[in-house]
């Protein structure tokens, strides 16, 4: 067995495969299905200040290889959070990691600070790329300076380790990525969904009911490579790379790229057993190649 | 809810383009209720990833089950292509069927097309419970209008709609609602149908006061209440197919 924990700013995996906010609920969801207890960590469904009702369905739509989805960041609110999701969350052995958005800096902190009082938490992913969301989300991650000032006030708000989630939908991923990690994050994780779109020629519609909504799957695995690469040679803070990883070599392919941790998101509906098999999957490269950390992979891409 | 290895005992072309697959899956097979659904990974193909939803159609024996595939597209056009002793990866049974255990002694069911298939496997368990059952059914056309049979012989009385006029009425089931429950007084009638139809059938039965259950269709990701894909508007928030349904009172519904 090789050695396949990671360091994410000090909060430890036993390996490096994390489920993706917004695809695995809760956790209990898939609860049945595996023993979540085997992953390196869960990160749950993004939540906020209050309830949020969601987008208007038709909220999916099958693509080539991908699937385009306009939830909302549908929640009900960090309250019921707290009261219904936590209890199993806090019976995992599995660090658990917390996604919030908010529709202004202050709520971003808010959240932050209530949800670091809570020991059940090992770390806050600051969700500020929700290609969905009409107010906040992507608003504040497709700019350097939105996305520092609600980093920086986040920052002050929490002393777990802070994640910031970016998004793909923006000129110059790297020089967010660089904004974020001046403002204090510790941590990197990306891509969010490519924002996209599909139309329904014989009735003239578009399929989702939101119009846009944000492609996720094998489609946008390429992009999200490049992007982890590119993010990864402009800073220093460790990076999950996420973004159509299917299967171990998916996943490898991103490590290669510069990630110290990957998310597991489409994937999971497709297979659930999906995060257990990539898991085993690195393992057994790591094994073949005698390679004896996973960390010893990370960023190892050689360009001749 | 289980996730396993489905091995396809049969497979019959019941109408054009329309499949009977049996499924091989004693633990799916012993739990499932009318009304649940079976999320099947349809393919080993790149392209189209995610899993279909197919209502579980009937019991077969104790140990296996029956869907009914419609070929629509690329995934169903892959199932539809299975042989038996071929395999599918299924997650099961899933969501919330219709209720069977509430205290009615006569029920009227409703279908149209493709929603007749939960019917059969829940006419049975409630004429289980010596409930008087009655049914509406209907089909673009004879050739269409599945599982008569098996409904006649379960069902006191069957009316049927047709659009082509080949059997029976000529028109919709919603057409002839009414007059059947007028003629069989029900205390609950189960509906399972296009969703223009199922509409229809709640403003129907709330005109006559009989309350009413309706199987919902919706595109599913997850299939187990992670994703929020699914999520159809209820009386005062989004619901979610998959799990809170896929059979949802009109009440709940707001309709």
Not at chain 1, 3 to 22: Q, R
Not at chain 1, 168 to 179: C, E, H, K, L, S
Not at chain 2, 93 to 110: I, M, T, W
Not at chain 2, 140 to 153: E, H, N, P
Request: net charge neutral; with cysteine.
């Amino acid at each position: 067995m090789a050695d396949l924990s990671v360091d994410i700013a000090g909060l430890k995996l036993k390996n490096p495969v994390i489920t993706a906010s917004g695809t695995y609920g809760s956790g209990k969801e898939y609860g049945q299905l595996i023993d979540i207890n085997r992953l390196g960590a869960v990160c749950v469904k993004t939540v906020t200040l209050k309830p949020v009702a969601g987008n208007r369905p038709p909220r999916l739509w099958e693509t080539p290889s991908g699937m385009l989805n306009s939830i909302g960041l549908q929640n009900d609110g960090v309250d019921a959070f707290i009261a219904n999701d936590l209890p199993y969350l806090a019976a995992l052995d599995t660090p658990i990691i917390a996604s919030i958005a908010g529709t202004s800096v202050d709520d971003c902190s808010r959240l932050a600070k209530m949800l670091s009082a809570l020991p059940e938490i090992d770390a806050i992913e600051l969700n500020i790329s929700c290609p969905n969301a009409k107010a906040g989300g992507v608003i504040f991650g497709s700019d350097e300076k939105l996305a520092a000032d609600v980093v920086g006030k986040t920052r002050l708000a929490t002393t777990k380790p802070l994640i910031v989630k970016l998004t793909p939908n923006t000129g110059d991923i790297a020089a967010v990525a660089v904004a974020c990690e001046r403002a204090g994050a510790d941590a990197l994780s990306l891509i969010n969904t490519v924002l996209g779109m599909a139309v329904d020629i014989h009735t003239l519609r578009p399929q989702l009911g939101n119009v846009v909504g944000g492609l996720s799957g094998p489609a946008v695995k390429p992009i999200a490579v490049r992007m982890v690469w590119e993010v990864a040679r402009n800073v220093g803070v460790p990076i999950i790379g996420m973004g159509g990883i299917m299967t171990a070599a998916d996943a490898l392919e991103f490590i290669i790229a510069g990630a110290t941790a990957v998310a597991v998101g489409t994937a999971n509906f497709v297979d659930p057993q999906a995060p257990i098999k990539i898991i085993e999957g690195i393992n057994q490269y790591l094994e073949k190649k005698s390679i004896a950390t996973v960390s010893e992979l990370m960023g190892a891409l050689k360009i001749d | 809810m289980h996730q396993l290895t489905a091995r396809i005992v049969a497979k019959e072309e019941v109408s054009q383009d329309i499949f009977r697959i049996t499924l091989f899956a004693p633990a799916v097979a012993r739990e499932a209720q009318p009304g649940q659904f079976v999320h099947l990974y349809c393919g080993d193909h790149q392209s189209y990833i995610l899993r279909r939803p197919f209502s579980v159609h009937r019991l077969v024996g104790g140990d296996a089950f029956d869907v009914l595939v419609r070929v629509v597209g690329e995934g169903t056009r892959w199932l539809a292509g299975r042989r038996p002793k071929d395999s599918v990866d299924l997650i099961g049974p899933l969501g919330r069927g219709f209720n069977v255990d509430g205290q009615f002694s006569r029920a009227l069911l409703v279908a149209g097309g493709m929603g007749i298939a939960p019917m059969v496997f829940l006419a049975g368990k409630i004429a289980e419970n010596k409930v008087k059952v009655y049914t509406v059914m209907g089909a673009a056309g004879r050739a269409q209008l599945l599982d008569f049979m098996d409904l006649k012989r379960l069902t006191r009385r069957i009316a049927v709609a047709t659009d082509d006029g080949s059997q029976g009425y000529k028109g919709l089931v919603t057409d002839i609602l009414s007059k059947e429950i007028e003629e069989t007084q029900p205390e609950r009638i189960f509906a399972c149908g296009p969703a223009a139809m199922l509409r229809s059938v709640a403003g129907i039965s709330r005109r006559h006061g009989v309350p009413c259950e309706v199987s919902l269709e919706a595109r599913m990701a997850c299939g187990v209440g992670a994703c929020l894909g699914c999520a159809v508007q209820a009386r005062d928030a989004y619901l979610k197919v998959c799990s809170d349904g896929p059979v949802f009172t009109t009440d709940e519904l707001g309709w």
